[in-house]
């Protein structure tokens, strides 16, 4: 925009030069490159320096230290423990300020949300007043349709968040739990695996790969009710894999190479798809066949379900969320009219979005425990008073537990795994004060109110299940607004319940079955990464036995 401002004006410039001054000898080109390369300079100046100092609305708000020149802070983000790193050390700063300023690359300006007053005036009393951002529009849409949920705007948000309630309401989510039983026994093969195949006593497990794979497997059947790992595409092969399967084109999107996640972040800025790099290949082959895998199943379980309802011999029972979407979208259902189209990206986009951040707690649980075994005592503790009670709990007896409860609560407040949310305004409008142009940026991390010491205490950053305790916990803390882990107001996940049950049966199986050692050697955590994900995380873990 500011290229084609000044390349305007300086035409402009040098047909007006030329009109008042007739004895000028410089050509017409020459004037408007010259005029145009000093306007430019100039306004980058001003855009780089001048303005978000001494004219920016945001100048008075805290601005941390550290800025870098052209990086902004986004360098010392990037190089950061964590992606959210330094989101919490300046929240610290200023524990009570509605926003606090940084600068990104280009030093262009972003609101940081931080008091829990500021997050309900964007995530709730202004929701539709904010879109996604253009960048993260661009970055999901390289794999999940423009139709998917995550990417709807406004009306067509809200009329399909209506549509999808049914299927992820607490009566279908109970529904899912037998599925959710049977994953949890093939990671209980893996554990069993990994133990058999050091000594016999005790083994050590990667926990990113492992819960990934336990988790998609449990996403695989619950949502589209196969088994991803065995689903292929007769018709869409790739020349070096004919075994290509979901599995493949999952990780090929979801886990590339070094390289792969630096096109996937890059291609927000600039397209660089084109490039014909292996990469590029790999990630554009996965796309396709993802997105043409998945129109192909909506569209047979339609046939199936349709020819099973007209033949009287459809059984409602069991049923994954795909099924349940499309009994809702035949008339009178409550998803009534929803293409195939939009079925398959919101599917794909529950897949994405449920996988990543379940195996993520799953592995901050695990590192919870192998580190404090007081902790897992009392969760095993609790667990066997239950069994020992009734042998045969309800997946509701477990879910009522409530140090468990406790326990998987801490995990998500210390160990968020939808680490953040972009945001930008749709229009002009003022919050909290604070006067907000339209296409400003936002950041919402749930971290930083998660670990607000104003309303956390001193004690914030620590791990301790019983600061959850119903005699003890304090309204403040109870607000919606003091945690946002899985979002809040219109877009709040939709998936909450679905994760809170997978979660909380794994757990219950895990620590029923198996203690948690210790910690392998040193691990990190991905930055840059769209989930808190630790990479690296090895446990050594030890079967009970009895
Ligand atoms: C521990 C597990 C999970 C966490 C921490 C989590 C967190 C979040 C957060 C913070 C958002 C808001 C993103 C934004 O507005 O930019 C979100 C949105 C979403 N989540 Fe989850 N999620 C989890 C599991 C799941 C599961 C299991 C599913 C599906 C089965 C799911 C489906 C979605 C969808 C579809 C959205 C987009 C909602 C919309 O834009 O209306 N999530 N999640």
Known sequence: ????????????????????????????????????????????????????????????????????????????????????????????SNPDAPFIRYLSLGHSEVLLVNSPSA??????????????????RKMIKQFAGEKSLALLEFDEHRQHRKMLAGILSPASIKQLAPIFTATVKELQN?????????????????????????????????????????????GLVRHDNDNYSFTDAYEDIFAPSTLGKVLFALNAFIPIRWLPLEANQKFMFASRWLNETLAGLVRERRQKITGAIAAGKYDKQSRDLLSFLIEESLPGGTAA?????????????????????????????????????????RLRAEVLDLVSRNPEPSSADIEALPYLNNFYRESLRVYPPGMTMHRQAATDLTIQGVFIPKGSIFDLAPAVTSMNPLIWGDDAREVNPDRWDAATITSEQLATWSNNVFSNGPRICPGKGFAQLELKLMLFHMVLHYRFLSVEGEFTVENPALTLRPHGLRVRIEKISG
């Open 190 to 234: 893996m554990f069993d695996a990994a133990i058999e195949s050091n000594d016999g006593k005790t083994g050590v497990i990667d926990c990113t790969y492992t819960y990934s794979k336990a988790t998609l497997d449990a996403v695989g059947i619950s949502i589209f009710g196969v088994d991803l790992a065995q689903t292929r595409n007769a």
């Open 119 to 136: 997050h309900r005036e964007v995530l709730q009393s202004n929701c539709y007043s904010f879109t996604k951002t253009d960048r993260l």
């Open 337 to 377: 009219g929803i293409s195939d189209r939009h079925i398959a990206d919101h599917l794909l986009v529950f897949l994405g979005a449920g996988h990543d951040s379940s195996a993520d707690m799953a592995s901050w649980s695990t590192h919870i425990m192998a580190t404090r075994h007081d902790i897992q005592d």
């Open 1 to 92: 925009m500011d290229i084609l401002s000044c390349a305007a004006l300086a035409v402009i410039e040098s047909v007006a030069l030329r009109a008042l001054v007739s004895d000028i000898d410089v050509g017409p080109q020459r004037i408007a490159f010259i005029a145009f390369g000093l306007q430019y300079l100039v306004l980058k100046w001003y855009r780089l320096f001048l303005y978000p100092k001494y004219f920016s609305p945001w100048r008075h708000l805290p601005t941390p230290p550290g800025n870098q020149f052209m990086l902004g802070h986004a360098g010392r983000i990037f190089k950061a423990d964590t992606p959210v790193s330094l989101f919490v050390e300046w929240m610290e």
